[in-house]
């Protein structure tokens, strides 16, 4: 049985019906006593990032060939676990990457023009036409920290706009090729630099608050910030502050620390103008998720095949 615990394109699940009982149940993910239950019985899982696949959800799954995660960041994973119990993984690698560029340059583009600060404001009649003039992308230096291959593709859109781009990742060796689409730069130097700031990392221990007051308080002054990486790479309550000061122009925040943020957690952006949020969607589209949920599929079936 194939077990699918959150969305995943119609088409994609009909490819996996034809050979394999496909048990679907999009919100498993928020009942871990369900989730268990089910996946005893499971030889391949389905996954987005709400579904934990923890140590002990593992000791459920001694059916267990395979994992397909319908997305990238694998932080919701315990690979190591995965690993030691033999269980493949088959992260959707590249299927979303355009999705996630578009939505950078679509935000900087709108947040850069101050598109976001009117809304109150003409909702209550009032017509703020001095306030609200923006800036061209064009000329404009974007930032890219983590430099892989949502930044490449970002990086090559931002040029097709005439941005120049620059990139942080200590990680990609200088001789890569990808070096052609970005000047290398250290991370306080890029901050200083980028009128437009955009990351792209993995959650990890390095990268955990990677942006926090300091280095907001060392970009430069009326630039934006972009997080559709992961949320904890971002101090959320740091660039609430940085835009109510004045010291930023804006940010947009697709991913967040706890997501959801909850009441609690989405009062901290009350009030804070030129300010776009978004629930984590900034790689799913109607396009992307055709692709993600057939790639996986895909990667599935061979998987289960290969191990008949
Ligand atoms: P990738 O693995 O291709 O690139 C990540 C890059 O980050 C690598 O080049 C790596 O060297 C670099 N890196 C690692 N640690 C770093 C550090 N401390 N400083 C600077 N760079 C560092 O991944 P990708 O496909 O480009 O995706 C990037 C992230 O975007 C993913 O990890 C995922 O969490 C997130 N994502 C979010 C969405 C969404 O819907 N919001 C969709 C897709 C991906």
């Not at 994973?77 to 590249?94: E, F, H, Q, S």
């Not at 800036?135 to 291959?149: A, M, N």
């Not at 300091?214 to 002054?221: G, H, I, N």
């Not at 300010?275 to 589209?285: E, M, Y």
Request: net charge negative; aromatic share 4%; glycine share 8%.
């Amino acid at each position: 049985m194939i077990l699918i615990t959150e969305f995943m394109d119609d088409a994609a699940i009909a490819a996996l019906r034809k050979y394999h009982d496909v048990v679907h149940i999009p919100d498993l993910a928020d009942n871990p006593d369900e989730l268990a239950r089910h996946v005893e019985s499971a030889s391949a899982l389905i996954v987005r990032n709400r579904t934990l696949v923890t140590e002990k959800l593992l000791l459920h799954a001694d059916r267990l060939e395979c994992i397909g995660r319908l997305g990238v960041g694998l932080d919701n994973i315990d690979l190591a676990a995965c690993r030691k119990k033999g269980v493949a993984v088959y992260p959707a690698t590249g299927a979303n990457d355009r999705s996630v560029a578009e939505y950078v340059i679509a935000a900087a583009m709108m947040l850069l023009r101050r598109a976001y600060s009117a809304n109150e404001t003409i909702i209550a009649g009032g017509w703020p036409r001095q306030n609200c003039v923006g800036s061209e992308i064009h000329g404009k230096t974007l930032g890219l920290i983590g430099f892989g291959s949502i930044g490449q593709l970002t990086a090559e859109m931002a040029g097709a706009l005439g941005m120049e781009a620059i990139a942080f990742d200590p990680h990609l060796p200088p001789n890569n090729d990808a070096w052609k689409l970005a000047a290398r730069r250290e991370l306080d130097v890029l901050l200083s630099e980028a009128d437009v700031i955009s990351l792209h990392v993995p959650l990890a221990p390095e990268t955990r608050n990677l942006i926090g007051a300091a280095e907001l308080a060392s970009m430069k002054s009326g630039s934006i910030l972009i997080n559709t990486s992961r949320g904890g790479t971002v101090d959320e309550d740091a660039v609430a502050d940085a835009i109510k000061s004045g010291k930023i122009l804006g940010a947009a925040l697709d991913v967040f620390g706890t997501e959801p943020p909850g009441r609690a957690g989405g009062a901290r952006f009350k009030g804070v103008p030129n300010l776009l949020l978004t629930p984590h969607i900034a790689g799913v589209t109607l396009e992307s998720n055709q692709r993600v949920s057939m790639l996986i599929a895909e990667k599935v079936l061979v998987h289960l095949k290969d191990c008949d």
